[in-house]
Structure formats: structure tokens, C-alpha cells
């Protein structure tokens, strides 16, 4: 990999760029939009505009701490989608002025194909095939990976993601968006057995988060009829117990795909591998069960352009590149 790229990433709230030479990210830098915090949820205008102010700042600190100057860089790569329509027009728009502006390659990144290759980033690297459990804002799926550019989408949910699960819940405990990690916080410190929630099954390999999310409203407001402090006083129980049910649901369809494949090299990829209780209870199930876990560092699990670079620079490296007509793909699939 003897060539440098620079990579952007802007699908959906948060602006980033990173430096990838030689196969070693050099910079990755995030600019996160707080101003959704106060409407509870991403409003996708105010996104797209943010990432036009964020754009320019994003890059220009991203080559500063790697050390170099645009004219060495070999290539851009930018996520295609999925995402936002509006939030992926400006990333995508800047990868191919930049691009034409020094003649270099464009290349063209799967958002979701690249939180699985955030793998490649540090040691150590799973070995191929593998299985990795894809888990975001807006994506839960079992990914069956037999090379960097060869993957398989083997089980995935019918409504609603796991990420959308968590941060949904938040909401109705009266958090702040995004609640997922709030959730988490809490959770540490309560028991996830105090309450029960369904685990509803599902065909094959599939997910679903829809009935599990209607039972925790049900169960909140029979709760505070009885009891109106109920949430203020159980919060640790009630995010632990929560947790413990949506964690308990990916790990079930988890199990039955490394029996069904026969695959134990598992991964785990997307913003809610932040989840404490995922890592923990995924680790748990490897030392159990003989699988090879790969969990990847913090920064790497929420949206970050490091690894888009990674995903660019396994693109770069077989010369696949886009060409100046391309354009988002909001609904882009694996
Ligand atoms: O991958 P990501 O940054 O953006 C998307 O592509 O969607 O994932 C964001 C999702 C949000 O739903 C957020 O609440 C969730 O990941 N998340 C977490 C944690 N950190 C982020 N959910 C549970 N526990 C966490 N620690
Ligand atoms: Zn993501």
C-alpha cells in the first residue's frame, strides 16, 4: 500500500476526514454536530448544513496532522452511501472538486462495508471468512466476509435497528438524543435482571426490534401510573435490564449463524459495538463457545473516516475507482 489517500465521511451527523499512507492512518479527525441534541433526533437540513461549515476545517486539520500537503496525496475516497441524502451530497461533492482540482482518483466507499473494515486497521486482524455483526443507527445485519471486497449480508433486521432500539428507549426514559451511550452509562451501575423484556423470535437470521421497543413503553407506563417517580428512581436497573434484553437479541441470531456456518472468527462493527454490555457479553460467549472475537477500539466503532480510508485504500490498492458523474447513494447495500 504505497500510496497516500485522504478520506471523507459525512453520511450522517458527524463530519470527518482522515489520512491514510502507506496502510497507516496518519489523522482522523471528527467534527460531531451538537445542534440535533436539542430536537431530540438528526434533523437532516441542519446536518447538510453543518457539514458545509465542518467540511473545509475537517480536511484541512486532517492533513495538518499528517503531516502533509495536498499535492501528496494519490487519491480521495468518500462514503457513497448509505446515509442521508443531503449530509452525503456535500462529502461527496468536496471528494470530486478535491479530486479534480489535484487529477487524482476517486474512490467510492460503502458506509457499512466500511465500519467492517475498520478491522484491518490494528491488530489483530481476523482471518477470512469471517462473521461480523453490523449494529448501528440505522442498520443491524450478519455480514458473512470472505475477502476485503467480498461480502454477504446473511441476516438482518425486518424493522427497526438495534441502535434506533436503544436510542428510542432513551427517549421514552427521558434522555437526551442520542441515548444509546446514556443508556450504557447507566446500565453499569444496575442489575439486568431486575426487569424482564420479550425476545421475540424471528425467521431464519433476521432481527426484529419492533416489539420489544412496544413492550418497554407499555411496561414504562403501567410502571409510572403506579408510581410516578418510578424511572427517576430505577434508572440503573431499568437501562441495565434494557440492555441486557436488546444485547440478549443479537447474540441468540448470533450464535445460530456461527452453528449454522461453522464460522467461530466473529466480529463485531458499527457505532453500538461501543455498547459495554455487547463487548462484555460477546467476550463471555467466545470463552464459552471456542470463538475468535475481534472488537475494535473505541474510536473506530462510531462513524469515522478512518475507515473509509482503510475501505479506499483496499479499493485504491486494485485500482477501483468512481468516476466524476458518481453520485450519493442513499440507500446503498453490501
Ligand atoms: O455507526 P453509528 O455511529 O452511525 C450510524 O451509521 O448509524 O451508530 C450510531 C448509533 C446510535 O444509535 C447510538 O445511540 C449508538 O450507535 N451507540 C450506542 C453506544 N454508542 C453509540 N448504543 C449503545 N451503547 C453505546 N455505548
Ligand atoms: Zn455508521
Known amino acids: ?6 478520506a471523507i465521511e459525512s453520511s450522517c451527523d458527524e463530519t470527518a476526514a482522515a489520512v491514510i499512507k502507506n496502510g497507516k492512518i496518519l ?8 445542534i440535533h441534541q436539542k430536537y431530540g433526533g438528526i434533523v437532516p437540513e441542519l446536518a447538510s448544513r453543518a457539514h458545509q461549515q465542518n467540511i473545509v476545517p475537517a480536511v484541512a486539520q486532517a492533513l495538518l496532522q499528517a503531516n502533509i500537503t495536498k499535492y501528496m496525496l494519490n487519491g480521495v475516497a468518500f462514503t457513497k452511501g448509505p446515509g442521508l441524502l443531503g449530509s452525503l451530497l456535500v462529502g461527496v461533492s468536496f471528494a470530486k472538486a478535491f479530486a479534480l482540482g ?7 466507499v460503502n458506509h457499512m462495508e466500511a465500519h467492517i473494515l475498520a478491522h484491518f486497521i490494528d491488530d489483530p ?13 440505522g442498520h443491524t445485519q450478519i455480514v458473512l466476509v470472505t475477502d476485503y471486497l467480498e461480502m454477504k449480508v446473511i441476516g438482518q433486521t425486518q424493522d427497526d435497528a438495534v441502535g434506533e432500539a436503544f436510542d428510542k428507549s432513551a427517549k421514552l426514559l427521558g434522555l437526551p438524543y442520542p441515548g444509546g451511550p446514556l443508556v450504557d452509562k447507566y446500565a453499569q451501575l444496575g442489575n439486568p435482571y431486575a426487569y424482564a423484556f420479550p425476545n421475540v423470535d424471528t425467521p431464519a437470521l433476521n432481527y426484529s426490534f419492533s416489539g420489544i421497543k412496544t413492550a418497554i413503553l407499555y411496561f414504562l407506563r403501567d410502571r409510572t401510573a403506579r408510581e410516578p417517580d418510578f424511572v427517576e428512581k430505577n434508572m440503573n436497573d431499568i437501562c441495565a435490564s434494557i440492555q441486557e434484553a436488546l444485547v440478549e437479541i443479537l447474540l441468540k441470531k448470533l450464535r445460530k449463524a456461527v452453528n449454522e456456518t461453522g464460522i467461530k472468527e466473529v466480529a463485531i462493527a458499527g457505532g453500538v459495538s461501543a455498547n459495554s454490555g455487547l463487548r462484555k457479553k460477546l467476550q463471555e460467549n467466545a470463552d464459552k463457545l471456542g470463538w475468535n472475537v475481534y472488537i475494535p477500539r473505541f474510536e473506530y466503532c462510531t462513524d469515522n473516516a478512518a475507515m473509509i480510508a482503510m475501505a479506499g485504500a483496499f479499493k485504491y490498492e486494485r485500482g477501483i475507482f468512481a468516476d466524476q458523474q458518481v453520485s450519493p447513494d442513499p440507500r446503498m447495500k453490501i
Open 102 to 108: 489535484l487529477n487524482v482518483p476517486l474512490i467510492e
Open 27 to 34: 489523522s482522523n479527525i471528527i467534527a460531531t454536530q451538537s
Open 1 to 6: 500500500m504505497n500510496f497516500t489517500l485522504l
Open 125 to 137: 486482524k481476523p482471518s477470512f471468512p469471517f462473521l461480523c455483526l453490523t449494529v448501528s443507527g
